[in-house]
Structure formats: C-alpha cells, structure tokens
C-alpha cells in the first residue's frame, strides 16, 4: 500500500514530461527577415550569422524574440531553444503572471548556460590559481604550457553570449522583456484630423549599454568610474552592460584593468520588463530587431545630413519604412524582407560615396507582427499609386417583385462591393472613393445583376496577387457578416435600419 508521501512523489503534471517546440507553429500575423554581416574593403573580416529568431504561436498566445548573439552563435541558439520551453512549460504549468514569467524565463536561461559551463570556469579558475606565481604570460608559457593551451581552449568556449528582445501576447495583454541592445518598437494608429495615417512609435525596450544613464549610475554604485566606462563605451571586452552568457567576463571582470575595483558583477543578465499593455484597435503593428539594423540606419544618417525630412531617429525612421510596405501589400514577411533589402543597399551605397562609418555592418535581424490595419480599422484604403485616404460610402438597390436585386457597380475598379446572394440578402453596400458625403438617395448606375457568394467577399479584389484582406467561408450567418461588414467598415450602429430605409424606397 503506497504512503502518502508515495502519492505526492508518483503525482506529476499532465505537461511536465511534454516538450513545448513539439506543440508550436509560426505565427502567420508575422514575418521575419534577416541579412548576414559584410565587410565592404576587401581586408576586413567578416564572420558568420550569429543573430537567431523565433515568432511562434502557442494556443491563444503569440511569443517572438530576436537574439544578437556574439562571439559565436552557440549560446544564441541555446538561449532560443531554453526560452521558449521555459516560457511555455510556466503557462502550461498554469503561471498566471505572465511578466513574472517572463523576467524568470530569462534570467533562468542564463543559470542554465552557467550550469552548462560551470566545469569550464572550475577548470579554469584552478589553471589560474597554478600559474598566478608567474610574472607575465611568457613566463606562465614558459613554465605552463600545457596548461596555457588549454586555458585558451576554454575561454573560447566560455566568451559566448547573445542579447534577448522578447514580446508576449497573452490573453490579449502584450508584455516585452528585454537584456542587451535588441529592441521592440510598437506602433499605434492615431486618426489624423484630415483623414492621413498617423501613427506613434514607442521603443518597449531599454538599451542596456554605456549609453544609458540608468547602467551608469548602477555601475558606479559598484565602485566603478562612470566617466571612464562612458568615455571608453565597453564594459570590459562588452559593448552591453546585460546578458545572457558572457561568463569570461561576468566571472573574470576582474582581470579588466577598468573593472576590477568593481564589489560585483558588472555584467548582468536582469531583463528589463514591459507588462500589461492591452492590445486594441489602437495597435498598429510591433517590431523586434537586432542592432545591426537600427545601427546601420543611424550610420546611413549620418552619411545623409544634409537631406532633408529625414529624423535622426532610427525607430522612427524603420517604422515608415515598415509602414510603407504594410500599407501596400499587409505582408508581414515581404515588409521585413523589403525593409532590409532597402537598409543593406543604402549601406552599401553610402559606403560607396565616401561615408567613413559605412565600412561593414553587422547582422541584422527584423520580425513584424500586424495587428490592425489602418485599412481596416478606419475605412482607409489604398489606391494604385500606394496613397491611403478615407473613402466615402454609397447605397443603392432595385427591386424586381418581392426581391430586391444587387445592382453592383462595375465599371470602377477601385471600388469594394459587398453583393447579396441566397445566404446574403441585403440592399448592396458600395464602398467607393468619390470623395462624396454619405447618401441614401443617389442610387448608382444599373448594372447586370452579379450574384457572389459570402465566400467571395474580401475587402480588395484589386490585389490579384495578394491574400485576400477578409475572406468569409460559405457557411457564415446573416447576422455575422453583417457584424463584421458593421465592424470592418467602421459603419454607424443603426447602419441596419438605414439600410431598410433604403431598401424600402
């Protein structure tokens, strides 16, 4: 007969012995692009793409992350790979503070490379207790030599490390955390006074750099010298002042010249979080990158001072580029594709005219998650030439009997139709971009009668080669695509009896 100690030992969570990346697909609201480093004169040297990604749907929930690994991709892969389990182990688990799971998530995937490691650095503390009689490193060569080779050995495999940019969606909520200088930047629509597009952009992320008043002052409160660290913009061998792995220099900084007064670590793995933020109408869309883009757009700036209309700001700069493609194709991945594509050209043709900071950049990674199409939201749509403006709307019908035909107009094709057939009958809507005021009583032109079924209906028969925007399947209700026509269109609440009115007369 099992004690209840037995009990409490054999009971384990239907999850526990489940592997997450078994249970997880892309994220189809999202695209993700990425360019490997270059080095434009011929006696530089390049190395490989170190950067890694990840934009996974889980249930309900959406997690992306963007890593900028360096001195080796290893610890990056291992970082993506150990994030996303821990993450999605804790809600499937149950966890129910996400941003609590979040910071865990990222400060436990340090504790796990460290325990992966942690022979490597015993090793290596005991080599450097051995030879610490010497004088120089000739000396310890002279003296060591087999234990100096494989010193070298192991601080090649300890000097790794990777920057973390994270966002979650969960239950509708958005949360970022972040260690390093990767960035996620949200853009949220706000409607213009004159029918424009207009957005605003807010980096979620903070820069863990020398940069940064926050790391400085937390540096000197470790005894370190601000103005040195400031002046000379690296932390030891690091350009970050956070991150994962990195252990060379989290567990020798003292062996830095300009670190070894420090009373502790001054690199550190503590992610900075951004909890709670509803996700609305107001979302437009959410960008994750490494710096090798940001910084490449900075560079090409300076290079471009003299133009004008160009801000200084590489988010903003990024985000209308992005909004720029999203506006005409809503494609996520062929943005982010697009986007870099334009970045490494401009580089490269910076470069080419004499910019001096243009010599090489560094790998670049950029995912996109659309949220809300000001297209959709707003009644905005495009026109051939890319432009958005707000499009004014028309009714008309004509009745032959007891039923009331669809009278679509088709010699406009800028136009969007919405055309009753058996499972949906109503007077037709044409939403058109005359520029004329809203009007019940101007029916259009007669056309020959065009039935279409619900699963025909999409917001832009333009775009023969896109993905249809909104696409109803055969089997929807009435009174759902009547919702939805209400919703998509930004119509009035009692656009129904309006529409009876109409149909009436």
Not at 66 to 81: C, M, P, T
Not at 118 to 131: Q, S
Not at 341 to 362: A, L, P, T, V
Not at 469 to 483: A, S, T
Request: negative net charge; charged residues 25%; proline residues 5%.
């Amino acid at each position: 007969m099992n004690t209840q100690d037995d009990q409490q030992v054999m009971h384990t969570h239907p999850y526990e012995n489940v592997d997450p990346l078994d249970m997880l697909s892309n994220c189809q609201f999202s695209g993700t692009s990425s360019q490997v480093n270059q080095t434009y004169k011929t006696n530089s040297k390049s190395h490989g793409y170190e950067d890694t990604y990840f934009r996974y749907s889980f249930g309900n929930d959406s997690f992306y992350a963007v890593l900028d690994g360096h001195d080796g991709s290893e610890v990056a892969h291992f970082s993506r790979d150990t994030l996303v389990r821990e993450f999605c182990r804790g809600i499937m688990l149950g966890k129910q503070n996400i941003a609590e799971v979040l910071e865990e998530c990222i400060s436990n995937v340090d504790k796990h490379l460290h325990d992966r490691i942690m022979p490597l650095l015993e090793e290596r503390a005991d080599i450097k207790v051995k030879i610490a009689g010497t004088n120089n490193s000739y000396e310890a060569y002279r003296a060591y030599p087999d234990e100096i080779h494989r010193l070298g050995e192991i601080e090649d495999q300890i000097k790794g490390g990777t920057t973390v940019a994270a966002a979650v969606i969960h239950n509708n909520m958005l949360y970022v955390a972040n260690v390093g200088d990767s960035r996620v930047i949200l853009c949220t629509y706000v409607p213009g006074s004159d029918s424009s597009v207009e957005f605003k952009i807010d980096q979620l992320t903070e820069d863990h750099t020398t940069a940064n008043d926050n790391e400085l002052d937390r540096l000197s409160q470790l005894g370190l010298n601000r103005q040195e660290i400031q002046t000379k913009r690296r932390v030891g061998s690091m350009e970050t002042t956070r991150s994962i792995g990195d252990f060379a220099v989290k567990w020798g900084y003292k062996d830095f010249d300009i670190l070894s007064g420090a009373t502790g670590p001054p690199v550190i793995s503590t992610p900075h979080v951004t909890a709670g933020l509803p996700v609305d109408k107001s979302f437009y869309f959410l960008f994750l990158m490494s710096d090798g883009v940001y910084h490449a757009v900075e560079e090409m700036s300076d290079c471009s001072s003299g133009e004008k209309n160009l801000s200084p700001d590489p988010n903003i700069r990024i985000a209308y580029l992005l909004h720029d493609e999203l506006k005409q194709h809503r494609d996520c991945q062929r943005a982010a594709d697009n986007v870099l594509e334009y970045i490494c050209k401009g580089h490269f043709e910076s470069y080419n005219s004499g910019c001096r900071g243009c010599c090489r950049r560094d790998d670049m990674t950029l995912t996109v998650r659309l949220f809300n199409n000001p297209n959709k939201l707003y009644g905005h749509k495009r026109n051939h030439s890319g432009t958005i403006f707000r499009s004014s709307f028309s009714f008309c019908s004509t009745s032959s009997g007891d039923t009331t035909t669809p009278q679509p107009r088709t010699s406009d094709r800028d136009l969007v139709d919405l055309i009753g057939s058996g499972k949906f009958t109503m007077p037709p809507l044409t939403l058109t971009n005359t520029g004329a005021p809203l009007s019940f009583n101007s029916p259009l032109p007669s056309a020959s009668p065009l039935p279409v079924s619900p699963s025909q209906i999409h917001l832009d028969p333009d775009d023969s080669v896109d993905e249809p925007y909104i696409k109803l399947g055969d089997d929807f209700p009435d009174d759902i695509v009547m919702k939805w026509i209400i919703e998509e269109l930004n119509l009035p609440d009692n656009i129904t009896e309006l529409l009876d009115k109409q149909a009436a007369v």
